[in-house]
């Protein structure tokens, strides 16, 4: 029992000592020079440990991203797309409310992406790096990403040619993919670092040379404007939010203040006067607009969590287990308890039962704070802080889901950032009960690998699936076979997915990442 303790009082004093305050709901503070050392402590320990339910989750994301594109359209129910685009016209209609398990795709990644920041930058301050050269680092990855986001939509063959049906545009597409993997791959480090260099040096050269020279329909060549907006979106979170933990890593308080300005700007942004003025300008548009900070709505609740999973990393020990005081029952009613609070946010809220889905999961979330109360070892107090925090955004989301007629993901309200906020920790809950307590890491692995790389998941079914498809005239002849039914033409988009889950799961065995 007093080893029990001791750990327990260890982690819930690393969440305060890190962050300058507590978990959810108590407060403390500790010495700067023990927080620096339990920093680099932490961070050690993450090197050789990865938190495997966020590869799942951003593997999920990412493939559900890849299905949500390739299911047939006009045919499916409208919980099948987006909410603001309706089957069968898929006309843009922004008075219409709802979620869908495809709006959840985009925040989903986010989220992800900002639980990963902490993990990501904690290594590197604890080998040494000062605060300048963390700085450099994270701009750098910014850039990467922003002309990774620009030379994709240069090398899309339907962005190339969006109507000519050339088998040119698709040789293209093809060309520029191998093109891009050659620009960010991330080669062997037993091979020379001169060899390395001058591979990498290689590629971007001869991919500036591709992309100068593709000739598209509106005239003009390579153009900085010409970007996927997704991506953009993501370089962007990717400094904003790095910079934001950087600076208050420790001062979990100063960061949710953050939101706090950030919520005001928001809000104001539509009103005459100076924050409109600001909100609406940029130096750069095709890079940054201040409009893309809403995202961080998602991507700092993703912060907080990753500061979670750097602690849980650093206690996590093989012999914790024996300190456990949940049973397996309960450990499976919290799974079932996490995806049922999920499920029902999406059926209710896309079926505009506001009040009764706000009120049922209430209920249901009261349930999981008795399952999830009195945590014995280190898993089990990470899953009561993510616990907590899950329903809080969650609670914060369902307020304001009256506000700017309904929850919506295009223009995107209030109540979508914090609901798919605390929903994505509900499901990161699920998918830790699932890989580590269970033990059934085999069960997910698909989403894991591709988790790991997940850019060459983002880029591959446009650049690699549907252009062998068309060259080797399968394409014709697999739509006309699933354009029977409904269920034909999901089960279509469904076999895109599989395959190319499956091909990003061979690049990850084989070590091959796309570095960004």
Not at 291 to 304: E, R, S
Not at 366 to 384: A, D, I, R, S
Request: aromatic residues 16%; positive net charge.
């Amino acid at each position: 029992m007093a080893a029990q303790i001791n750990w327990q009082v260890k982690f819930d004093n690393r969440y305060s000592s890190q962050n300058k305050s507590v978990s959810a709901l108590e407060y403390t503070t500790s010495d700067s020079q023990n927080t620096v050392k339990n920093e680099k402590l932490f961070a050690v320990a993450a090197v050789s440990q990865r938190a495997d339910a966020l590869d799942a989750l951003r593997g999920i994301a990412v493939l559900a991203m890849v299905l949500s594109g390739t299911i047939a359209r006009k045919t499916l129910p409208a919980w099948m797309y987006h909410a603001q685009l309706p089957p069968p016209d898929h006309v843009f209609n922004n008075k219409l409310a709802g979620l869908t398990w495809v709006d959840l795709v985009f925040p989903f990644f986010l989220f992800a992406m900002g639980a990963a920041i902490p993990l990501a930058l904690s290594r590197r301050i604890a080998k040494g790096w000062d605060t300048k050269k963390v700085v450099l680092f994270i701009l750098q990855r910014g850039c990467l990403l922003a002309f990774f986001a620009i030379f994709l939509q240069h090398i899309r063959p339907t962005v190339i040619s969006p109507e000519e049906a050339t088998r040119l545009k698709w040789w293209l597409g093809l060309c520029g993919f191998f093109l891009l993997f050659l620009m960010y791959v991330r080669w062997p480090q037993k091979w020379y670092e001169w060899l390395r260099r001058g591979l990498t040096l290689a590629a971007w050269s001869a991919g500036i040379v591709f992309v100068s020279h593709i000739k598209y329909p509106s005239g003009v060549g390579f153009s900085v404007d010409r970007s996927d907006i997704i991506l953009m979106v993501l370089a962007n979170m990717a400094v904003f939010g790095s910079l934001i933990w950087l600076f208050t890593r420790s001062n979990l308080w100063l960061r949710v203040g953050i939101l706090g300005l950030l919520l005001a700007a928001r809000l104001s942004s539509p009103a005459d006067g100076w924050v409109n003025l600001v909100w609406s300008s940029s130096p750069a548009p095709w890079l940054f607009q201040f409009d893309y900070l809403k995202y961080l709505f998602v991507v700092i609740p993703g912060t907080i969590v990753g500061d979670l999973l750097t602690r849980w990393i650093e206690y996590s020990s093989p012999e914790e287990s024996s300190y456990a005081k949940w049973k397996s029952w309960r450990y499976f009613s919290i799974l079932v308890l996490m995806l049922a609070i999920d499920l029902i946010l999406l059926i209710g809220l896309q079926a505009r039962w506001v009040w009764q889905t706000s009120l049922v999961t209430l209920i249901l979330c009261l349930c999981g704070w008795v399952l999830l109360k009195k945590p014995g070892n280190v898993t089990e107090n990470l899953l009561n802080h993510l616990y907590k925090w899950g329903f809080y955004w969650l609670a914060l989301g369902l307020l304001f889901e009256p506000y700017q007629g309904g929850i919506k993901k295009d223009s995107a309200t209030m109540s979508y950032f914090f609901v798919t906020a605390g929903m994505a920790i509900f499901l990161l809950i699920g998918l830790t009960v699932i890989i580590d307590v269970f033990q059934k890491r085999w069960f997910l692995q698909l989403f894991i690998d591709n988790g790991l790389n997940p850019m060459i998941g983002y880029a591959g079914f446009a650049n690699i699936i549907w252009p062998i498809l068309v060259l080797t005239k399968w394409e014709p002849v697999i739509v006309e076979m699933t354009s029977s039914n409904p269920f034909m033409g999901f089960l279509r988009g469904f076999g895109y997915t599989a395959i190319l889950g499956l091909i990003v799961m061979g690049f990850t065995r084989m070590k091959l990442f796309l570095r960004t």
